[in-house]
């Protein structure tokens, strides 16, 4: 069913709501969800923005519908888009879908369970970094509409697994073939990075953890540097990986 900001004072909320089932209230509009004949009603009596489509997930590879639950309630794990992922012990780095625009004591309601907000998703989400644990918790949340590990293959630019041959030089960029940047979550993890990095093969030509970024030099061979990437991938703390790109 449509979900819909109606933009209404207190006055006219209750004739709103019983058109509708509420999400959550806001100071300047409501947040509801309606039957279509019900949602086309309120649009021709009060401002209305449909917004349903603003809950898909668009990522880097990736796009995500948060219609089916990855995490429930209960801390298990299901969703099609994560079919081949396995995951090692320890904290990962999840994306946490809100129920509507973001509120502050919903953030801070989630750093109380022991997680760590990273940054700003888009589509109502945040990444957020957490142990098992504590899934259950941040999952049961009411304000929490959905949550699921940040995928391994949208933190890859699109097209950066294929030869380098395949991709062209924009005037005043020059590519540098199989050398890639590297952009963490944590500064204080770079080291670590680095150092799986050359675990996989790679060069590792800086690190700078003030600005949470790493370059490295990969292999030449098409097929082993797109194992090189796909592995880096899932290195806990990487956040993207990127052609490293010179401005001339």
Not at 214 to 227: K, T, Y
């Amino acid at each position: 069913m449509p979900i819909l900001k109606v933009f209404v004072g207190k006055e006219d909320a209750p004739v709103v709501l019983k058109q509708s089932s509420l999400i959550e209230p806001y100071g300047a509009f409501l947040l509801v969800q309606a039957t279509p004949a019900a949602a086309r009603a309120l649009a021709r009596k009060y401002p209305v923005e449909d917004i349903t489509d603003h809950y898909q997930i668009e990522l880097a590879n990736q796009r995500i519908s948060t219609s089916r639950p990855r995490i429930t309630t209960a801390g298990r794990q299901r969703h099609p888009a994560y079919r081949a992922e396995r995951l090692s012990p320890g904290p990962h780095h999840y994306l946490v879908q809100f129920r509507g625009p973001v509120k502050d004591r919903w953030l801070a309601a989630l750093r109380a369970t022991g997680a760590k907000i990273r940054e700003p998703q888009g589509s109502f989400a945040y990444v957020v970094w957490a142990r098992k644990a504590v899934l259950p918790k941040i999952a049961a949340r009411p304000f929490v509409r959905w949550m699921g590990h940040l995928p391994h293959a949208a933190r890859v630019a699109p097209g950066l697994e294929r030869p380098a041959r395949a991709r062209k030089s924009l005037p005043r960029l020059r590519i540098r073939p199989n050398v890639y940047r590297v952009e963490v979550f944590d500064g204080q993890a770079t080291g670590k990075i680095a150092a799986a990095a050359r675990r996989l093969r790679f060069t590792v030509l800086s690190q700078e953890p003030r600005a949470r970024v790493l370059v490295l030099e990969g292999a030449s061979s098409d097929a082993a540097r797109a194992r090189q990437i796909q592995a880096l991938s899932s290195v806990h703390g990487v956040k993207f990986i990127r052609q490293q790109i010179v401005p001339r």
